[in-house]
């Protein structure tokens, strides 16, 4: 299959489920189980209405808790599927697969996943899709690993081509490679025709390497959603304004400026002196609609309202994610769209 047969979908096209996996005491939510777990449920809860989720589990014990606790919450059980596999944690934005379509059929892209540059133990999350594979989960599908540090937060496709990314992010994994290089080989492996660069954008908390998915996300009709910071005395905010600057300098295929949404910015979450990195830009897209990330701030209402502008149609559903970003990651990061036909 050619690249040229092949097409990277954009996150807002039909998809058949979300694929998460559960958190259990042997991950890193160990010491806030708990806490984590109602996120989970009111995830899975905003999924379902919508469409199927899969989850991941450690094993059949874990599964049959899940399932209790779902079906306590009163989830529709016959819109969850759960797969048994071994996994080292529960980003599966960034161990999971990378999905090409065809005119018939699936491509898989296996990227390493080397947990974040090698910062955690990653060998189990590497070997994930290949585990997912032997159980047969996916339909009309190939994979194709490629030996080259790639995480699925640190992409964003329009689907129509263009890709936007992170220098921070691929400089750090592949300091070697230059600007030209990455472009080429993101190009042919993605099936993009143009890649789109930010050079400025962080957030404090964020163990990344500033993923583009906490900075900025395409929305339909040529538009961007991107986290702005509006506190001038916030250390966030020289960087952030050079990013819109940058955002709004970008432009469409045709030549036309994007149109643009930024997103209201979330007082400082500390927790045990460590700032946390609160995104809005981390929300999730499912069929007909968009989960966005609630932390507890008076900013979430006017962070539903942004991206109930950008995503017209579609419902706008908050999902509490404070207990995330404790590990770093808020709702996106989480969770893997599978596109409509591949399970």
């Known amino acids: ?19 998460i996996a559960w958190p259990h005491a042997k991950t890193d939510w160990a010491d806030r189980l708990g806490e984590v777990e109602e996120t989970y449920i009111a995830l899975v809860a905003g999924i379902t209405r919508y469409q199927r989720v ?12 899940a399932e209790a606790r779902l079906r306590s919450a009163r989830i529709d059980l016959l819109r969850v599927q759960f797969v048994e596999v071994d996994y080292d944690d529960t980003w599966l934005r960034d161990s999971g697969p990378i999905t090409l379509q065809a005119a018939e059929g699936f ?9 974040w540059g090698g910062k955690f133990e990653a060998s189990r999350d590497d070997r994930l899709i290949q585990s997912l594979e032997s159980r047969q989960f996916f339909h009309d599908a190939s994979s194709r690993q490629i030996d080259f540090a790639l995480e699925g937060g640190a992409i964003e496709t329009d689907g129509a081509g263009t890709l936007l990314t992170t220098w921070r992010c691929l400089h750090e994994r592949h300091p070697q490679t ?11 492996w993605l099936a993009q025709d143009r890649v789109l660069w930010l050079n400025h954008g962080y957030l ?7 993923h583009i998915d906490t900075l900025a996300r395409f929305a339909p009709g040529n538009a961007i959603v991107f986290q702005a910071c509006d506190d ?7 960087e952030l304004e050079a990013m819109a600057d940058e955002i709004a300098a970008l432009r469409t295929r045709d030549g036309k400026p994007y149109r643009l949404f930024p997103l209201p910015w979330a007082k400082p979450i500390v ?11 981390n929300f999730l897209i499912v ?3 968009v989960l966005v990330p609630a932390y507890g701030d008076e900013a979430d209402a006017a962070a539903v309202a942004v991206v109930e502008q950008a995503f017209p149609g579609r419902d706008i559903v908050p999902v509490p994610c404070r207990p995330l970003i404790w590990q770093n990651g808020s709702l996106h990061c989480l969770t893997m769209q599978l596109p409509q036909g591949l399970v």
Not at 1 to 17: H, K, V
Not at 56 to 63: P, S
Not at 107 to 115: A, E, I, K, P, S
């Open 107 to 115: 491509r898989l892209l296996d990227f390493r996943f080397t947990g």
């Open 287 to 289: 069929n007909g609609a």
């Open 232 to 238: 001038p005395a916030d250390s966030h905010y020289a």
């Open 1 to 19: 299959m050619t690249a040229s047969a092949l097409r990277f979908p954009a996150e807002w096209e039909p998809q058949s489920a979300v694929l």
């Open 271 to 281: 927790d045990g002196g460590r700032r946390l990195a609160a995104s809005y830009a």
């Open 204 to 210: 404090e908390g964020d163990d990344t390497d500033a």
């Open 178 to 188: 230059s600007r030209h290089e990455l472009d080429t080989k993101l190009s042919d």
């Open 54 to 65: 899969v989850i991941c589990v450690a094993d059949a014990d874990l599964q049959i808790y």
